[in-house]
């Protein structure tokens, strides 16, 4: 059975801390779900890890759709998460439309936007319509252009505004919301005032769960790696390691080896090799 927002609510009663990962493919998602992740984004942080853009501002709808899909299909027990965007909820009317496709073309459980007061009014509209949000307040990924990349909520202003957008962002009817790059203390504080779960990431360990991304924390993406990332694998050299011995092996003949290959009746060969290239009748 699929973990629902309740299950997810229910988890936080209870005091459990609840791991989130993302993934953007079939195969990844299977991983993720055979691991007990009870929730799966499928972030437009792709832009960087799969799609090799610089930010998540150049991703489409679409993409998200197209790897939404794959991820439904791979994973089977696990809350699935669609990412809205850049430019797809400017207004609520245009986030029905983008996070129905989501639902209903991508099959994803819930969506995930950003934004705090200001698009609280969206995700109520959106929640009214039966559509599960997630928020996302702190550092916004899609205003990396506006704000840079740096930790949100550090002076007493921009700490206070920030507590107003996760009150703003449950009262609309959010099922979680995501802190990512807020200091530790500040996001521990909002998380002890919320009734709903927060997902750290940056934030430090007083959030009631956290999310990594796929590529950080299995060491395959080397652009970059935030400070907030742990690597628990170092999949990158392992993976490179394997294509040069694969590569190697071509090389020198050693792959593929008899019990790769298949064999057949030698005469079936004679009978299909003689077929092609009959022989000239003698003068």
Known sequence: MRTTIRDIQQMHDRGERIPMVTAYDYTSAQIADRAGIPMILVGDSLGMVVLGHESTVPVTLDEMLHHTRAVVRGARKALVIGDLPFLTYASP?????????????????????????????????????????MGHIGFTPQAVNQIGLRVQGKRAAEAQQLLADALAVQEAGAFAIVLELVPAELAQAITERLRIPTIGIGAGAGCSGQVQVWHDMLGLYSDFLPRHARRYADLATIIGEALVQYANDVRSGTFPGPEHSSRMDPNELAAALASLNPTEPSE
Do not use: F
Request: aromatic share 0%.
């Open 93 to 133: 009317e245009q986030a029905v439309i983008s996070a129905g496709r989501m639902l209903q073309e991508a099959g994803a459980q819930a969506v995930k936007l950003e934004g705090g007061m200001h698009i609280a009014p969206t995700i109520a509209r959106l929640v009214h319509l039966g559509i599960p949000v």
